[in-house]
């Protein structure tokens, strides 16, 4: 287990183990949490103990990216069943010790305690920017709405996972590991984007979020020929509707942003996956507009269906 | 539950709803975290929602307070069973906002999810001492042992909840109410003391973790006479020994600190309710010396049965 937690030696925290732990100063502090549960949001099935750990660090990474700071130290709290072998969690840790390693992040605290299924509750804290702290709540009418990379890859392999199709490796990976945009939001920050969200729900139930918390509306323009042509095959052969699963499919934690489309026009050699998914309008009666048919469900906002919410208290700043 | 996150006006985070919040700068930032699982760590029968909430915030604040740091922020993810009524979780919540007034401390995040029982998984940021971060491996030999309070109340108030004995109010209240020492703590931070920790196994299992991390052994020196009169009387009603639930009971969430008898001596006053426990010396065979007969089991160290252990990678830092 030596691997988790390897990092900066100058930043390790002190005091790992004792009742609490220690770091150095933090200018900007960023703290976001996630948590990944065994029936709710993944099945044992679908991922290796080292793809639970891996993939769970770099979703709570993602937020994050999302807000321009740099990871400084992860807790980790795992609930294991009582029938799980030990070496199993220990997998789990070693897949959280390398994405770690791969954000030069230590590992500063958790606990395991016993339950019916596996969970694991994140914490992270992160290093902020000094200027920026970009908001879902910063879209302007006028802005064009980007995301970093390809939509609803994700998806397609979480499918292949449960039809046991094996002719998709790239869309299985997808799934199995996303990687908090870093690279990105670097870029972004340097342009003084504003406005950005990961997107974790999927396009259009992301989307309706921004637009809600900016007071816009959003028309979305994913087009048939802007799509993966692998993730097309792949929809195909699983007989899923790949525009929909482009719009609707969630878990790719690529970052969603709006920005000036002059702004994107001098982004997009920077950012060779990125593509324009949307434009921003004046708040009218529909949070989202355009949508393929049959979609009105999406225009009053999105559900998940993962049995997640922000509690109320968090839902309007006090 | 305008009540919960209510905080300094300055110091509220920005963000909070959004993917991650930001804080104003830490000099000194201290992370911990607590989980607090319906079935593990308590039953719902024992507690009122409202006290659930307030007894984890005080559970994961004593260990900031253990650590000579002020609460700066909570993020609280709730795993709520699909039975629950939406109100139970309000009163939850409710709670978790009254203990958080009263550290003058904001709600920062958090998640709720779907899951078969509930549980509470809280991480709390601090600020800092500046110079001080106390450990428990500082304890030397020449050094007395001394709680911030008297010992086993909680647990006899367990077994008053347990038993459905209603004549010890008081004891029951130790539980259900446990106060994070921050009074104690800015006492012993003053005074320079370096050797802290919180009281959440008993102090046997408690001072042996210590006397293992500073590589001392302890002699224990409760007495009958040092007992709370009403915990004597409460464990005399119950049929259980009182110098066993003081030694062995835990969940009283006191301080227990290790300095020269003679920084106690000046600190005595200031800190009425602490006492001594017992006498750090040099490592023997034993971690633990002069525990009560057929105590046995204690010498190799705790095992609280609770079903909690820190990861193996946290417990050698690395």
Known sequence: LAAAGRGRAEQLPLGVGDDACLLPAI?????????????????????????????????????????YAQPAALLVNLALP?????????????????????????????NTSRAQRLALDLFAVGRGHADLFPRRDAARPGDGLYASGPLGLARAGLLCLQARCTRFP????????????????????????????????????DAAHLARASNVSIRLVVAPEDLEPEMVRCCRALGIDALETAIRGGEDYELLFACRPEVFEKLRRLLPGARQVGRVEPRGDRLLLDLPEGWRSFQHGAKTGRGDAKPAILRRPY
């Open 82 to 110: 009582p029938a799980m072998a030990q070496e199993t969690a220990e997998r789990i840790y070693r897949g959280i010790g390398r994405a770690l390693e791969r954000h030069d992040c230590p590992l500063a605290g958790g």
């Open 170 to 205: 790239v869309m299985v990976r997808r799934f199995k590991f996303p990687q908090a945009r870093f690279d990105t939001a670097h870029r972004l920050a340097a342009a003084g984007v504003r406005c950005v969200m990961d997107i974790s729900d999927g396009l259009a139930g």
């Open 27 to 67: 200018g900007h502090p960023v703290l976001t949490t996630d948590t990944q549960r065994e029936g709710v949001h993944f099945h044992s099935h679908w991922l290796q103990p080292e793809e639970i750990g891996q993939r769970a660090v770099e979703i709570t990474f993602s937020d994050l990216a999302a807000s």
